[in-house]
């Protein structure tokens, strides 16, 4: 297995848990109450918690259903959002292979739709560093962070500038090891 690359994951799981158990609640009520928008996004949001707690199984599942229910409602930005959120489930589960196609989709469907194109750049080139496809996330690495310059959200920035860092400590390493 590749080894992980500066992963999100909760700082405080148990707090994170209660959230997803309150969230599955609040999800019922709204599936009960024919709310297929709201439950959507909530299901993409439980997803993403599981993933963020190491539960990648319970991540993809609801992922892979929140996705199915907005390409259902050809709903453009939660495709696109909750594909860059299964892509990453995939991969955090050790299947690197399969979500490439789902980060090419989320690259591809975030640049369609003029949101989230930064957060999908920068899940892929982080899964590419975990494949040892290093020049190739390099470069999907750098588009986010040209992105992300024009926003000018210095959290973000941050965060791919450590990506593009870490990618470079990878480089020397091999370089010293090889």
Partial sequence: MATPFQRHVADRPETLHKQIAHDLERLAALEEAGDSEGATRLSGKIGEAYRMVGDNQAAILYLTAALDEADWRDNAPQ????????????????????????????????????????????????????MGRLDEAESYLQAALQLREGNGDKGLLNATRSALRGLQKLRDQQNTQG
């Fill in 79 to 130: 495709q696109a959002v909750n594909l860059i959120r299964l892509a990453t489930a995939v991969q955090y589960s050790g299947q690197h292979d399969e979500a490439e196609p789902l980060f090419q989709q989320a690259v591809a469907s975030s640049r369609e739709v003029g949101r989230y194109e930064d957060y999908a750049l920068q899940h892929y080139g982080k899964c590419l560093i975990e």
